[in-house]
């Protein structure tokens, strides 16, 4: 008998956590969103023309960016959260973008990270909240070989609208590098 009820309480543990496990991922689950942007101003058409952000959207309206493609030529770029404090610390006074990503050096980021701030060793991108409908600022910053880092570029760019995409799908992502001048 105390094994049938051991054994009954153990079902019930294990579809109360299936319960609150999928209450969780249910409506607070992360959604990804492809968000176009175009160049406002010639430093930034001429560096990377529009561009489209992959973002990941989590709990509580947070966002992170997964990856760029070029909007107007084939050419995408991966990014990785974090970086070191010194890459804030380079922004322009009156900078408001704290969110910090490396830029991969695989594939097209390589490309990408040489226009941005060419002969660094390292890039990041130093981006704000990204959101449909609000344009966006988004700045380089590299490390030199001699351990400095150095504020390369500030991007800007006005919102034109969202891809609509089928599940698992992205624009232009396995298209090859297209970043600054030929």
Do not use: K
């Not at 309480?9 to 579809?15: G, N, V």
């Not at 992170?64 to 322009?92: E, K």
């Not at 449909?132 to 030199?144: D, E, I, K, L, S």
Request: glycine share 10%.
């Amino acid at each position: 008998m105390r094994r049938h009820i051991l054994i009954s309480a153990q079902i019930s543990a294990l579809i109360a956590a299936a319960a609150l496990s999928a209450f969780w991922a249910g409506p607070a689950a992360a959604s990804t969103r492809f968000l176009a942007f175009d160049a406002r101003d010639r430093t930034t058409q001429a560096l990377t023309r529009g561009v489209t952000l992959e973002v990941e959207r989590g709990l509580f309206g947070a966002t992170a960016v997964r990856n760029l493609f070029s909007s107007t030529s084939r050419g995408s770029a991966s990014f990785t959260p974090g970086g070191p404090d010194a890459v804030r610390r380079t922004l322009p006074a009156g900078a408001s973008e704290s969110g910090v990503y490396s830029i991969v050096q695989e594939g097209d980021g390589r490309g990408l990270a040489r226009a941005l701030c060419p002969g660094a060793d390292e890039t990041w991108v130093v981006v704000g909240r990204v959101r449909a409908g609000r344009p966006m600022t988004m700045h380089a910053v590299g490390r030199w070989s001699d351990g400095q880092h150095r504020h390369c570029v500030q991007l800007n760019y006005d919102y034109r609208g969202e891809w609509a995409t089928q599940p698992g799908s992205s624009p232009a992502r396995d298209a090859p590098a297209a970043y600054g001048p030929n």
